[in-house]
């Protein structure tokens, strides 16, 4: 009896083939973690406005959370911590489409006074990547922060004018009606606040 030469290939064919066969083997999924969504309701605040906080279970299995909550607010890009000062040892969960929603006064719990107009992160504590970025602003149409309504704003307005916030040149803190895009509606808002003052 002859026997004709077998491949290497065929031969890991075979053998892939038996073992699937009597172990009834699966790939591995990959691990894709929590799916969760971590965002504030709103982009840009006028100081002393509510800022709520909302993390979401946008996935379909339940996930079990330690410590509450799992968040933390910073200011950004100097990432100092604002909000909280305290966390507790709570071992909690959110189901397939809940969510877990705490609102924020705008005080920093560290120095125990308001914070100032500026740029806010707000970042997750459990490693899964998630933040939402934000901005408070002295007084509507203030568009650098410094309380005053004036030509500087305007300056930044032109800047943006018909900008989207996907583009490059789109600056957040010239959308004051938080449409993601500059234009008539936000030079409006602008000059309703023409000249006026927080200070």
Known sequence: MKFKAVSGAMLMLLFLGVTITAFNFQPAKADQGPQLLLETDKNLYILGENVTVVLSNIGTETIQIGGYPKWQIYTYPEEEPVY????????????????????????????????????????????????????????????????????????????????????????????FNWDDVINVWDLGIMSDYWLQSSI
């Open 84 to 175: 909280p000062s305290i966390f507790s040892l709570l071992l909690w969960s959110l189901e397939p489409g809940e969510n877990d929603t705490i609102t924020w006064n705008q005080t920093n719990e560290f120095t125990h006074s308001p914070v100032e107009a500026g740029m806010y992160v707000v970042r997750d504590r459990a490693g899964w990547g998630l933040s939402a970025y934000f901005e408070i602003v002295s007084l509507l149409g203030d568009a650098n922060g410094d309380g005053y309504v004036n030509v500087w704003d305007l300056g930044m307005l032109s800047d943006a004018w018909l900008t989207m916030s996907e583009e490059p040149d789109f600056d957040l803190s010239c959308d």
